[in-house]
Nanobody
Framework: QVQLVESGGGLVQAGDSLRLSCTASGRTFSSLTMGWFRQAPGTEREFVVAMSWSGLSTNYADAVKGRFTISRDNAKNTVYLQMNSLKPEDTAAYYC???????????????????WGQGTQVTVSS
């Protein structure tokens, strides 16, 4: 079993940056495909970005491409989401998720991820 805990959310202004962190318990983190999803009020949870267990492959949603960067430190059991040039439409609860290392980063389905954090709120004011 893997438990994920996100941190780093907050209230920022448009154009600002934030870095989210997600730390995993357990010894299998380094073998997991890791992703970030987000959910704004009244909307469905949507894919943001995923990274392979090795860190060599990534896949970004078009809405965040060029502004967000995912990274991971397997020695620290942590995955990060650096968010730059934030926009009001980025306002959402952000969730860290883990999937089997066999899961492709191109698989954006929520159901492909077995492990989920509790979410951290990001609010971007205009």
């Amino acid at each position: 079993q893997v438990q994920l805990v996100e941190s780093g959310g907050g209230l920022v202004q448009a154009g600002d940056s934030l870095r989210l962190s997600c730390t995993a318990s357990g010894r299998t983190f380094s073998s997991l495909t890791m992703g970030w999803f987000r959910q704004a009020p009244g909307t469905e949870r949507e894919f943001v970005v995923a990274m392979s267990w090795s860190g060599l492959s990534t896949n970004y949603a078009d809405a965040v491409k060029g502004r967000f960067t995912i990274s991971r430190d397997n020695a620290k059991n942590t995955v990060y989401l650096q968010m730059n040039s934030l926009k009001p439409e980025d306002t959402a609860a952000y969730y860290c998720a883990g999937a089997s290392g066999l899961t492709s980063v191109l698989d954006t389905r929520l159901g492909s991820y077995a492990y989920w954090g509790q979410g951290t709120q990001v609010t971007v004011s205009s």
